[in-house]
């Protein structure tokens, strides 16, 4: 009989892209569901969820991710990013289920000058950080057989995000302003993915155990968001002049941290993921959207 993999949120970016590498995993089931079929929000629903499909592995891919909107929608923020995580572990402890649970760079204060351990303390400094964070200690304290996957700066081919905005600002305008003094590594949510299933195949062939945690995936590489801008505007052979700005010409209403690298050797060293360099998997998201 197939091992059954949950999958939460599965119609955004990265369960979109879990979903399109799920075939390669051929000794599992997987289910992907939405706020729709499995509203994390909902202990009943989730209850009800694991009690059918009685998953080996749960995989939380939802999220609330609207960074600037969290500072006034706080309730729901927390409810999804904190609440509904703590509702995730505790079923996954009574059914025995591995929880791989997604986090943020945002838990950390972004006033680093070296990589971000995945041990080193957290000091959110926005309000979506602070759920996050509230999120991951949930996660550990129903059910300590977790994995924290922090994650950052994620884009794909499906979804919003800053690579598709700027390709269409690019699209539109002469000119675009982009800040130059925040810096951090951006993630294709298809490596992400395969991140994530390469873990959950190690673990079932017994290649590796499984180590609870916290991990780092990130792309390889360190960039401003200026110098993404133009990678963006290179590859997509996009004429639109790229400036580069101080943070302090864009205010948003969520702070945003100024240094967000993390290191990512950890998630290398225990469970032998692969790590890949920011600039190919840009080119591969951006033929894909162009060709399409
Ligand atoms: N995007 C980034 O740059 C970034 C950076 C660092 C970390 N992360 C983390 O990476 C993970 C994946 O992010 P992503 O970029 O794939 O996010 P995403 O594209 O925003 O997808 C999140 C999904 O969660 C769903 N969702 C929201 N509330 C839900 C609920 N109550 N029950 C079930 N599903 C719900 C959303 O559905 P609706 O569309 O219906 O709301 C959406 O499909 C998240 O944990 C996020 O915090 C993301």
Redesign the pocket.
């Known amino acids: 009989m197939k091992h059954t993999i949950l999958v939460?949120?599965?119609?955004?970016?990265?369960?979109f892209e879990l979903e399109r590498l799920a075939p390669a995993l051929s000794a599992f089931e997987f289910i992907f569901?939405?706020?729709d079929t499995?509203?994390?929000?909902d202990p009943g629903a989730v209850a009800k969820a694991f009690e059918q499909h009685k998953p080996a592995f749960f995989i939380?891919?939802?999220?609330?991710?609207a960074v600037d909107k969290a500072e006034t929608d706080r309730e729901l923020a927390l409810a999804?990013?904190a609440t509904?995580v703590g509702i995730i572990a505790t079923s996954c402890q009574k059914h025995n289920t591995k929880l791989i649970h997604?986090?943020?760079?945002?838990v950390f204060n972004g006033k680093g000058t070296s990589p971000y351990q995945p041990d080193d303390a957290a000091e959110p400094l926005n309000y979506y950080g602070e759920t996050?964070y509230q999120g991951e200690q949930l996660a550990m304290k129903h059910n300590p057989d977790t994995v924290i996957i922090?994650?950052?700066?994620?884009?794909s081919e499906h979804?919003?995000?800053f690579v598709k905005t700027m390709l269409r600002l690019m699209g539109e305008r002469q000119e675009l302003n982009v800040v130059n003094d925040q810096v951090g590594s951006p993630?294709y949510?298809k490596d992400l993915a395969a991140a994530i299933l390469h873990i959950v195949n190690a673990v079932h062939t017994g290649e590796k155990t499984f180590q609870p945690g916290y991990y780092h995936y990130s792309n390889t590489g360190v960039i401003s968001w200026f110098d993404f801008a133009t990678a963006i505007k290179e590859i997509g052979q996009k004429s639109c002049e790229v400036k580069g700005i101080p943070s302090s010409a864009y205010p948003t209403p969520a702070a945003r941290p100024g240094y967000s690298v993390m290191d990512t050797h950890k998630i290398q060293q225990v469970y032998g993921v692969a790590l890949v360099p920011w600039r190919p998997s840009l080119e591969t998201c951006i033929h894909r959207l162009q060709s399409n």
């Open positions: 939460s949120g599965g119609y955004g970016q990265l369960g569901t939405d706020r499995l509203d994390i929000t939380n891919c939802a999220a609330y991710t999804i990013n509904a997604i986090s943020t760079d945002y996050k922090r994650t950052a700066w994620v884009y979804g919003n995000n993630t949510a």
